[in-house]
């Protein structure tokens, strides 16, 4: 399937599949226990219809919005998401190179094959480090000296990971990182040779932001996904969040974020916005639909933080539905990921061409002008449900 006969984030992800040994694309498509939450992420959006308003002189479509303080031109920004080098060789790099391109946000995560730095060299484009406070808060300090350093216009701290969800997909297809050669994977690999010669042609699985802390772990020999693992601390609290406010001067977000007692905390503890997120059904299993809690906290705190859409996103109507909900933008993780693994930057800008097409084209069939007049005038949920 060539790029040019992908006409929807749909395809992109059955060309994503073709090219990825089962055990990667596994692992980026998988959720926690029996994938509810992941299932419901993309499917609640059906709950909701757009109201078109007709008549309306759509001459002009601006897509253009602010969110955490930089002019984007589409309401959209890019999740962050780890070891992206699992997809394509051009990692996270490409993805950054391609936010630049369409001027929106790109989220470089912990877990990234690519350093901090790397990724402020490679793009001039407003930029977001993903973070978390770990048991070594000098680590966490490190991260936010680095990303004033680099230029990073944001900072995002993920909350719902206090431990790692159930992801069966993995347990059953022997899923490791880095990818290893197993009996059961091996037709797998040996039956996508371009993904495997590129393996091979660049080597390096490692976390970069991190790899060079694990030689000063009190003299002890331990592996780096080991050293991670035992830096996730259960006991932080708001309290902990506050003491990371008090060291960035800039936009601060709060990831996984479903509840308007949760909004209200991150608000009061210093938080500009809320990425309502469930993980992308990959933690705790049979939570809502982001887009279904995007209106009650929307009702609470819509004055008071910007809040961003994250999961399920695979249309520009959901983006509208979600905007319209009260959301100030939409986040994806999965979509962009598909383009990655298809084509590399360019899958990645395909991705993001099919999204501002079908926002511009959905804009002008709801008679709706700019991204700043939408509201709930032009959304409903559907009646019987």
């Known amino acids: 399937m060539r790029l040019s006969r992908c006409y929807n984030i749909a395809d992109l992800q059955t060309r994503a599949r073709r090219r990825l040994p089962s055990p990667i694309y596994n692992y980026l498509e998988g959720g926690a226990d029996d994938e509810r939450s992941l299932r419901r992420n993309s499917s609640a959006f059906d709950d909701y219809e757009l109201l078109p308003a007709q008549l309306n002189d759509i001459s002009n479509i601006d897509m253009t919005t602010t969110c955490l303080g930089e002019t ?66 000098g680590l966490t300090e490190e991260f936010v000296v680095r990303s004033k350093e680099s230029g990073y216009k944001a900072l995002c701290l993920t909350v719902d990971t206090p431990i790692t969800g159930n992801r069966e997909r993995d347990r059953v297809s022997g899923f490791s990182m ?62 902990d969040f506050e003491w990371l406010a008090a060291r960035w001067d800039g936009p601060l977000v709060v990831k996984g974020i479903q509840t308007v007692a949760d909004a209200r905390r991150a608000a009061a503890a210093g938080a500009t916005a809320v990425m309502v997120s469930n993980h992308g059904g990959r933690q705790l299993d049979g939570t809502p639909a982001p887009v279904d809690c995007i209106g009650p906290i929307a009702d609470a705190l819509g004055d008071e933080l910007e809040i961003i859409c994250d999961g399920g996103v695979r249309r520009g109507t959901d983006v509208l539905k979600a905007l319209a909900l009260g959301a100030t933008a939409c986040s994806i993780g999965r979509p962009y990921l598909y383009g990655l693994a298809a084509a590399g930057q360019r899958g990645v800008e395909f991705a993001l061409e099919i999204f501002e097409t079908e926002i511009r084209r959905s804009m002008a069939l709801l008679g709706c002008r700019s991204i700043a007049a939408l509201g709930r005038s032009y959304v409903q949920r559907v009646a019987d449900k």
């Open 72 to 137: 984007m031109s589409m309401p959209l920004l890019l999740s962050p998401t780890g070891m992206s080098r699992l997809f394509h060789h051009e990692a996270e790099s490409a993805v950054a190179r391609a936010a630049e391109k369409f001027g929106i946000y790109y989220s470089l995560s912990t877990l990234a094959t690519t350093t901090i730095e790397s990724i402020a060299a490679a793009s001039a484009g407003p930029k977001m480090f993903q973070i978390y406070i770990f048991r070594d808060r």
């Open 178 to 239: 880095p990818p290893r050669f197993t009996a059961s994977s091996l037709l797998s690999f040996s039956m996508h040779p371009a993904w495997a010669f590129n393996l091979l042609r660049h080597r390096s699985f490692a976390m970069a932001n991190v790899e060079h802390r694990v030689d000063a772990i009190e003299g002890r020999a331990v592996s780096l996904f080991d050293y991670i693992a035992e830096q996730f601390d259960q006991s932080i609290s708001w309290k």
